[in-house]
């Protein structure tokens, strides 16, 4: 264990999705106390960057907040795929939530629809269905497609981030039925009149919110009720997300916290591997480390990438 954090030799690693088309690529941090996780997705913003930072920092420096429950409940996340392979991500994941990614440009409403349908069948009838469109539908089309999905899902828990802006959060939950929950434009409605108006729900993901510690304050100072999310990450990074629903006072909904499930690896031993059993995850004071030899096969040895990675880290600290 180091006494300081060195970013100039933090190892860059690279794992292969299950997909078999692109890779999840991060930085891992180690502090005085343990690991964390700098992975923000592509096209993060620089000034945003410094979250990520904080949030893959602080495992490893001031620590989590105290924990509430000993597990968490978890939603297996459903990415943007063809129904058959949605079918067997949720029958695998031994989850009894599930969170699907809609309104990819690539697809149609009624590939949506379909992927939907699917993941009904795989949870049978007393599963829970959300979605997340990560903001990407205008209103009109979002009042379109809501209505479509929740017929499809037989009811869904709640829609994700449908639009951008509060207005037009507002907009839309006034003419569909469906709860609608505020993720990336949270932090910005916060002391916003408008956003009892715009959402019922409020998803925190520790990463853009700059870690467990400032994410529960937020969860705090919005006064809505909260689900936890996490990216693309390896258990390392995930572990950064369970702190954080292990640590809310109330905890009404499973988080979507099973990214793992995702990837061909992880950096860390098969025991402490975060994937859901029986649909739950356990709360720990830190996160697990990683082996070496899995560290050393996940290695990123491009000088290119490794250059990036280097960037984006000098990038964050000068925010």
């Known amino acids: 264990m ?23 690529e991060g930085v891992l941090v180690e502090g005085p106390q343990g690991w964390g996780e700098f992975s923000p997705p592509p096209g993060c913003p620089d000034h945003l ?28 996340t459903v990415p943007v795929t063809d129904p058959a392979r949605a079918h067997d991500v949720v029958v695998a994941s031994d989850c009894r939530t599930a969170a699907v990614e809609v309104a ?57 981030q449908p639009c951008r802006g509060i207005a037009e959060l507002s907009a839309v939950r006034r003419r569909v039925d469906v709860r609608i929950a505020i993720a990336d434009s949270l932090e910005r409605a916060l002391g916003d009149p408008g956003l009892a108006e715009a959402a019922d729900i409020a998803v925190l993901q520790c990463g853009s919110l ?20 996490s ?13 954080l629903a292990g640590a809310l006072p109330e ?18 031993a098969d025991s ?10 356990p709360v720990a004071p830190m996160s697990p480390a990683p082996l070496p030899e899995l560290l050393d096969r996940y290695s990123v040895i491009d000088p290119a990438r490794i250059r990036w990675w280097r ?9």
Do not use: N, Y
């Open 2 to 24: 180091q006494t300081l954090i060195d970013l100039d030799t933090a190892a860059v690693f690279a794992i292969p999705m299950r997909d078999g088309t692109t890779m999840h």
């Open 231 to 243: 990216g693309v990450e390896t258990s390392i990074g995930v572990a950064v997300g369970v702190a």
């Open 210 to 229: 700059g870690g467990a510690r400032r994410a529960l304050r937020i969860a705090e100072a919005c006064g809505l009720p909260c689900s936890v999310t």
């Open 104 to 160: 990819d440009p690539a697809c149609t409403l009624g590939d949506d629809v379909a992927r939907i349908a699917a993941v009904r069948d795989a949870l049978g009838p007393d599963g829970i269905i959300r979605c997340d469109a990560k903001g990407r539908w205008s209103v009109d089309a979002a009042v379109t497609a809501v209505p479509a999905l929740d017929r499809a899902a037989g009811g869904l828990e709640f829609v994700e």
């Open 311 to 319: 960037s984006r880290l000098e990038s964050a600290i000068a925010q």
């Open 272 to 281: 402490r591997r975060l994937i859901p059993i029986d649909g739950f995850l």
């Open 49 to 76: 960057l410094v979250r990520w930072l904080t949030a893959a920092t602080e495992p490893g420096t001031v620590g989590w907040p105290d924990a509430r429950r000993g597990r968490v409940p978890v939603a297996v």
């Open 251 to 268: 905890l009404p909904f499973a988080g979507t916290l099973g990214s793992g499930s995702l990837l061909d690896g992880d950096l860390v």
